[in-house]
Structures are given as C-alpha cells and as structure tokens.
C-alpha cells in the first residue's frame, strides 16, 4: 500500500468509509458478477457458509436468504466502516433468511469455525500472505465442501478499469510503477496457472478456473451525459483508478474527471454506461 499502511489500516480509513457510503452503488455494478457466483456456488437449504471480504453484506445476505432459516451464515471483513453497515441491513433485508453474524477479522488468521461453503466476490486478493490465507481457508471447510470465488483477469481484459485509467494517465507527471509480484491488490490473480498451483499448495485437491466476462453498468442517467458523469464518479471514487488522483491537486482532480467522463461518455447508450468485466470464476475442494 502507498506509505507502507497495511491493508486494515487501509480498509478502515477514509477508503473503507467511502466504500461504505456507497454501498447501493457498489452492488449495482456489481450485480451480474454476483449473480454469476451464486450460480456457481449453488448453495442449499440448510449449508453453513463463510462470506470472506463480505464489506457492506451484499453476498452474505444472499448467502442467508439462499440456505434459509435452518443454515448459517458469517461474514467476515476487516473493515469496521463497511461492517457497521452491513449490520444495518439484517433486520431490513434478510427477514426469513439464516441467522447472520458479521465478524471484523482477517481470514489469513482467524479461526471462524467449520463452513460447509466458503464463498467470496473479489475479497481473496488482499491477503498479505496468500498461500497461509488459502491454507487457512482449506482448514475452515468441513469435508466435502467448497470454496467459490471471483477475482479479476488482467488490467487490460476489463475495460471498466482501463478505460477511465487510460485517461487519467496522461495527466499525471509520472506513469505509475507498477506493483510488486505478489502483493495485495485487484489484479493480483490475473494469472490462472499460478492460482490454481497457489490453491493446489494450500492443500485444496480439486481448482477450476472459469473465464467469466459480464458486462457492468458504471451508471445511469437520462441522459448519455448524465450516465457518463454517474460513470466516472464510480470511477473516480470507487474502483480501482481511484488510488491515481486520490491525492492530486483540485486542478488535476478536475482534469481527470472531465477526462473520464469524455472517455465514457463515448460508451454511453441508452441511458447507462456499460463495459467489460472480466474474472476469474474459481471453484475449489
């Protein structure tokens, strides 16, 4: 991380709370690819299961309305912010659905119990130490059961990022380095033979990998300009180019948001700002 914070400290500061803030607009984006890994998944009646970097509670309430009143359900996150509002929407959301407790922990460490169904969307590649963190993981799953998760391709494969970043990069004074093997962040599975090998030496038996590509809707609006606006304060604000002008200067902040609303405006049609997504559908036991 920038200034060498750790991820908790991260997840915990004013990044976790803007995550939090924008909740509604996070499981918006993220819907399809949601959908895709409950289908995966294919969680029954009854299961117990463990929702890894469960943020503001989006797939453990589902989790719970899957499985029913007669399975269970943990969520587990290290960030306060997105757990405080997770617990908000028991009650609203998930009446009728298994009991849920939501957990501030890292997953790398902590022992939560035995899970019938590990499940996680985009929560896996934060782990300061993978192969302990997946070995761990292995340890929490009872005989028999799974774990289901989705993490993103490359950089170049998902145009939800690289369109805006592409025009953000030639306003800033220098490019970016890029990021250290092995380290915390989005794209740091992009390749599937050293997942499944890092999942293999966690002591999992059985990986698949699956290529999933959805299209995401960035935003909506009335109008293609109205869509491209919503479309880059996702941007800007909540994925991952955000961390390019989180800092700048109001002059470059301004800059870049005109940029990349430009640059989105050019994928606006019919109200709403679409591009690819492309993951990694992983299945293993």
Same mark, same amino acid.
Request: net charge negative; charged share 20%.
């Given at each position: 991380?920038?200034?060498?914070? *750790?991820?908790?400290?991260?997840?915990?500061? #004013?990044?976790?709370?803007?995550?939090?803030?924008?909740?509604?607009?996070?499981?918006?984006? !993220?819907?399809?690819?949601?959908?895709?890994?409950?289908? /995966?998944?294919?969680?029954?009646?009854?299961?117990?299961?463990?929702?890894?970097?469960? &943020?503001? &509670?989006?797939?453990? $309430?589902?989790?719970?309305?899957?499985?029913?009143?007669?399975?269970?359900?943990?969520?587990?996150?290290?960030?306060? =912010?997105l757990l405080a509002v997770?617990?908000? +929407?028991?009650?609203?959301?998930?009446?009728?659905?298994? =009991?849920?407790? !939501?957990?501030?922990?890292?997953?790398?460490?902590?022992?939560?119990?035995?899970?019938?169904?590990?499940?996680?969307?985009?929560?896996?590649?934060?782990?300061?130490?993978?192969? /302990? %963190? !997946?070995?761990?993981?292995?340890?929490?799953?009872r005989p028999g059961g799974?774990? *289901?998760?989705?993490?993103?391709?490359?950089?170049?494969?998902?145009?939800?990022?690289?369109?805006? /970043? #592409?025009?953000?990069?030639? $306003?800033?004074?220098?490019?970016?380095? =890029?990021?250290?093997?092995? *380290?915390?962040?989005?794209? +740091?599975?992009?390749?599937?033979?050293?997942?499944?090998?890092?999942?293999?030496?966690?002591?999992?038996?059985?990986?698949?990998?699956?290529?999933l590509d959805r299209d995401?809707? $960035?935003?909506?609006?009335?109008?293609?300009?109205? %869509?491209?606006?919503? @479309?880059?304060?996702?941007?800007?604000?909540?994925?991952? *180019?955000?961390?390019?002008?989180?800092?700048?200067?109001?002059?470059?902040?301004?800059?870049?948001?005109?940029?990349?609303?430009?640059? $989105?405006?050019?994928?606006?049609?019919?109200?709403?700002? /679409?591009?690819?997504?492309?993951?990694?559908?992983?299945? @293993?036991?």
């Amino acid at each position: 991380m920038a200034g060498g914070i *750790t991820q908790a400290e991260y997840w915990n500061g #004013e990044v976790g709370a803007r995550w939090a803030r924008n909740q509604a607009v996070l499981d918006a984006v !993220f819907a399809p690819l949601t959908e895709a890994l409950f289908a /995966r998944a294919a969680l029954r009646a009854g299961e117990s299961v463990l929702d890894i970097g469960c &943020g503001s &509670g989006a797939t453990t $309430l589902e989790a719970a309305r899957r499985v029913g009143p007669h399975g269970s359900v943990t969520g587990a996150d290290i960030s306060a =912010p997105l757990l405080a509002v997770a617990r908000t +929407r028991i009650d609203a959301e998930a009446s009728g659905a298994a =009991p849920i407790r !939501f957990v501030e922990a890292d997953v790398e460490h902590a022992d939560l119990g035995g899970s019938g169904q590990i499940l996680s969307r985009f929560g896996v590649m934060f782990f300061a130490d993978s192969g /302990r %963190a !997946f070995a761990n993981v292995r340890r929490m799953l009872r005989p028999g059961g799974r774990l *289901t998760f989705l993490c993103w391709r490359a950089l170049r494969e998902n145009l939800w990022v690289s369109v805006p /970043r #592409e025009a953000v990069l030639p $306003l800033l004074p220098e490019a970016p380095p =890029p990021p250290p093997p092995d *380290t915390p962040g989005p794209f +740091r599975f992009a390749d599937a033979d050293e997942l499944a090998a890092l999942l293999r030496g966690a002591g999992f038996g059985t990986v698949a990998c699956e290529a999933l590509d959805r299209d995401v809707v $960035l935003g909506r609006g009335s109008t293609e300009a109205e %869509a491209a606006e919503a @479309a880059a304060h996702v941007a800007l604000n909540l994925g991952p *180019t955000s961390h390019l002008v989180r800092e700048a200067a109001p002059e470059l902040r301004a800059r870049a948001e005109a940029g990349v609303t430009e640059a $989105l405006r050019r994928h606006a049609e019919g109200g709403a700002v /679409r591009l690819r997504a492309a993951c990694w559908l992983v299945q @293993a036991g």
